[in-house]
């Protein structure tokens, strides 16, 4: 029996579903789509980035974090896989109010600007080169 993998758009859905989502619900939710990702087909894989999940930023309270993070992630994972970036991923509404690193520390900082993929940091979203990794 196949599972049902969580596509980007539900991802967001169900983030909206919720009356009180934050940025643990996001991370897992996150996650969550990523692990059935990496498990797909390669035709799948583009119709779990392909349709446009809506607005989540307004919901989270995060300044357009979430909705520019969903972004660099279609555009990461595209390039990755070398399937076609989907439209929705590079609309300029898809950026945060101002840059935003996954870590604090003035030593962090430096580190994620040059560790962070390409996506991420024209987005001025600054993470970790392994942050999409999943065991």
């Known amino acids: 029996m196949k599972s049902q993998r969580t596509s980007i758009q539900t991802l967001a859905t169900n983030i909206l579903s919720k009356k009180k989502s934050n940025e643990e619900d996001f991370g897992f939710a996150l996650?969550?789509?990523?692990?059935?990702?990496?498990?797909?087909?390669?035709?799948?894989?583009?119709?779990?980035?392909?349709?446009?999940?809506?607005?989540?930023?307004?919901?989270?309270?995060?300044?357009?974090?979430?909705?520019?993070?969903?972004?660099?992630?279609?555009?990461?994972?595209?390039?990755?896989?070398?399937?076609?970036?989907?439209?929705?991923?590079?609309?300029?509404?898809?950026?945060?109010?101002?840059?935003?690193f996954a870590l604090s520390s003035p030593e962090a900082r430096m580190w994620l600007i040059t560790e962070s993929p390409a996506p991420f940091r024209e987005r001025h979203l600054f993470i970790s080169a392994d942050a999409l990794s999943r065991a």
């Open 31 to 100: 996650r969550n789509f990523l692990d059935g990702y990496y498990s797909a087909s390669t035709q799948e894989k583009q119709r779990l980035l392909r349709k446009e999940p809506q607005r989540i930023s307004n919901v989270l309270k995060d300044q357009g974090v979430a909705d520019a993070y969903l972004a660099a992630l279609a555009v990461q994972l595209s390039r990755q896989d070398r399937i076609p970036t989907p439209s929705w991923a590079l609309k300029k509404w898809r950026m945060p109010e101002k840059p935003w």
